[in-house]
């Protein structure tokens, strides 16, 4: 019996080290991949960076149009179609001989 355990007191020694080794590795793998600060999460991260500035291009494009409208209101270079245009979308006018197109 006392060989038995001489043995398997041996073979452990010799096994432990591996053992935890692999565990060690095996827990950085993991966390490199699936961690705060992993693959997936940079992957995440980075989808979300993408669509952010697709709709900052979007605000953009839409502050262009609307300040270049502002712009077209101003005093000393009133467009007079633009003026009319919001006169009549304010007072809710329309000309008897407009036609008028509901878009629901």
Known sequence: MSI????IKHRSRQIIFPVVGIGLIGYFVYHSVQGDRGVM???RIAAEVSRTELKLEKLQTT???LEHRVSLLHPKSLD???LEEQ???TLNYANPNDVI???R
């Open 87 to 89: 006169a009549r979308y």
């Open 80 to 82: 007079r179609d633009m």
């Open 101 to 103: 197109i509901i878009d």
């Open 4 to 7: 038995l355990v001489r043995e």
């Open 41 to 43: 999460s940079y992957m």
């Open 63 to 65: 502050r262009e149009d």
